[in-house]
């Protein structure tokens, strides 16, 4: 028999990415407008062990849609992760009376509602909140578009310096397993190179392609490389090669680490997460459950949540080869 939904729990979990607090007002004001009460709950996954619940109701998420991180706090908790832990948090739950949940965040965060679900039968439903855009079942996540535009408007920084002192920059950017940011990003801002953990450019191309860029006149260049990248073990040990076969390269390197993740979210980022809390919510109410809501060709769509955790992102071929022919 299908469970009538009174009251929905919020929480966001994982890392944290622009777009997440408005997230959270579109749950919250979703409950409101089909008048069902909404919790908030801090600390993801931890804060419902600990029962650190707050009612939310349309003014308490007044001007957080253009804030980054979140104002749930987020936190990874190795409590969550036995049996007695998510039976506290289980316990928490039906205290207040909560029925369902919204959980945003990434893959983690998603295999711990799945297997919350699994032990209690409680309706669960995801939200991708990462910068990574790594995740099956939407052509973007929450807070990748915002983190490209950072990306960019910081590597055309970096160009005015190498451009005023012929250098090279490597410019690290955040994709531990995808390389969507730093293709992405990359072709924006006109990087000479980009590299990305799904395509082993190998080192003798790099040096063929740099030698490439120095014969025919560019004075500068920027390389553009995703922190999973395999092509070195770490981006400075890849500065030293390159320095070592090409002494002709003043080499420099810039990790851009966690100011990717931060500021304020772009238009398309509040727009989406609007759109996916609506459809959480609403989702929720007509009785569906272990579903991610997602964008797939301009459309919210379902993906079940065991698929969108196992499923993988696939790199767009079209823009590698954009980006070959861009660096001509």
């Known amino acids: 028999m299908q469970k009538t939904i009174k009251k929905i729990g919020v929480l966001t979990s994982g890392g944290d990415s622009p777009g997440m607090n408005a997230a959270i007002r579109s749950v919250v004001r979703t409950c409101a407008y089909h008048n069902i009460e909404c919790i908030g709950i801090y600390r993801g996954y931890q804060g419902m062990i600990e029962g650190d619940f707050k009612e939310m109701g349309p003014r308490s998420v007044n001007n957080i849609v253009n804030k980054g991180g979140t104002v749930l706090k987020s936190a990874r908790s ?114 000479e190179e980009i590299l990305i953990p799904e395509e082993n ?24 490389i995703a922190e999973g990248d395999k092509i070195g073990k770490n981006v400075f040990e890849l500065k030293d090669y390159v320095e070592a076969n090409l002494p002709e390269y003043d080499v420099r390197v810039s990790v851009l680490g966690h100011m990717q993740r931060g500021g304020s979210p772009s238009c398309f980022d509040r727009v989406l997460a609007s759109r996916l809390g609506v459809k959480a919510v609403e989702s929720l109410l007509e009785g569906k459950s272990n579903y991610m809501v997602g964008l797939q060709n301009d459309k919210v769509n379902l993906t079940p949540l065991e698929q969108a955790i196992k499923g993988k992102s696939e790199i767009d071929r079209e823009l590698l080869r954009v980006s070959d022919i861009m660096s001509t």
Not at 116 to 124: A, K, L, Q, T
């Open 78 to 191: 190795l409590d969550f992760k036995t049996p007695e832990g998510r039976t506290k948090a289980h316990e928490n739950l039906l205290k207040a009376g909560i029925d369902a949940l919204v959980v945003i965040g990434g893959d983690g965060t998603f295999t711990g509602g799945l297997l919350f679900n699994s032990e209690f039968d409680f309706p669960i439903m995801g939200i991708p909140g990462t910068i990574d855009n790594d995740i099956f079942g939407t052509s973007h996540t929450l807070g990748y578009d915002t983190a490209l535009n950072t990306v960019v408007e910081v590597i055309d920084k970096i160009r005015d310096t190498a451009s005023s002192h012929n250098r090279l920059f490597f410019v690290e950017v955040m994709g531990r397993d995808a390389g969507h940011i730093a293709l992405n990003a990359g072709i924006g801002a006109g990087a």
């Open 201 to 224: 450019l190998g080192l003798d191309r790099l040096l063929e392609s740099l030698q490439k860029s120095k014969a025919s006149g560019k004075s500068s260049s920027i390389v553009v």
